[in-house]
T-cell receptor, first 111, second 114 residues
Framework: GQQVMQIPQYQHVQEGEDFTTYCNSSTTLSNIQWYKQRPGGHPVFLIQLVKSGEVKKQKRLTFQFGEAKKNSSLHISATQTTDVGTYFCAGFQGGSEKLVFGKGTKLTVNP | KAGVTQTPRYLIKTRGQQVTLSCSPISGHRSVSWYQQTPGQGLQFLFEYFSETQRNKGNFPGRFSGRQFSNSRSEMNVSTLELGDSALYLC?????????????FGPGTRLTVL
């Protein structure tokens, strides 16, 4: 079936280190969305990328959408303890209107 | 604006029972989507309602159903509960449900089936 793969599943970093999570789709995505879910919380929308090759930044977060619109990445520079949580990518595959989520990358930050 | 609200926040049921969960979207939002979140399967799309009509449906058995009212509030029902239905059920609202719309998630209902 349609899948959006996300790696790594877990990432432990020391505060101040960088972090990257990658998202790959088996088919072309009309757009890619990124969400953050804090422990015990619910997913919160971070950003949406629509255009091929698009790059967007939010302070220490950099989001990229691949040229083929099949992959994306989220990079956090100089992580802080407030970055702890699970980061999900999600996209609409091949014209579908069903949002498909990756399984997320759980980030822990050691102070 | 008030966010998405879901009731109840926690539920404990036994196998074979049925359950109804409620979701009130952000005021003015007409699309409500439901998701099941489990540690093993992650976030999985259940269905989406727009203007009281089910517009999209995920790959869940018919025991999972939903509806939407004229005020955009939505309910989902799970009949004949199974142990595997234990999960966090999240609803998300958006203005029109389009693929570029931002989805706003509610806090979820944690369902435990014993």
């Amino acid at each position: 079936g349609q899948q959006v793969m996300q790696i790594p599943q877990y990432q432990h970093v020391q505060e101040g280190e960088d972090f990257t999570t990658y998202c790959n789709s088996s088919t072309t995505l009309s757009n890619i969305q990124w969400y953050k879910q804090r422990p015990g919380g619910h997913p919160v929308f971070l950003i949406q990328l629509v255009k091929s090759g698009e790059v967007k930044k939010q302070k220490r977060l950099t989001f990229q959408f691949g040229e083929a619109k099949k992959n994306s990445s989220l990079h956090i520079s100089a992580t802080q303890t407030t970055d702890v949580g699970t980061y999900f990518c999600a996209g609409f595959q091949g014209g579908s209107e069903k949002l498909v989520f990756g399984k997320g990358t759980k980030l822990t930050v050691n102070p | 604006k008030a966010g998405v609200t879901q009731t109840p926040r926690y539920l404990i049921k036994t196998r074979g029972q049925q359950v109804t969960l409620s979701c009130s979207p952000i005021s003015g939002h007409r699309s409500v989507s439901w998701y099941q979140q489990t540690p093993g399967q992650g976030l999985q799309f259940l269905f989406e309602y727009f203007s009281e009509t089910q517009r999209n449906k995920g790959n869940f058995p018919g025991r999972f159903s939903g509806r939407q009212f004229s005020n955009s509030r939505s309910e989902m029902n799970v009949s004949t509960l199974e142990l595997g239905d234990s999960a966090l059920y999240l609803c998300a609202s958006s203005s029109s449900g389009g693929t570029t719309d931002t989805q706003y998630f509610g806090p979820g209902t944690r369902l435990t089936v014993l």
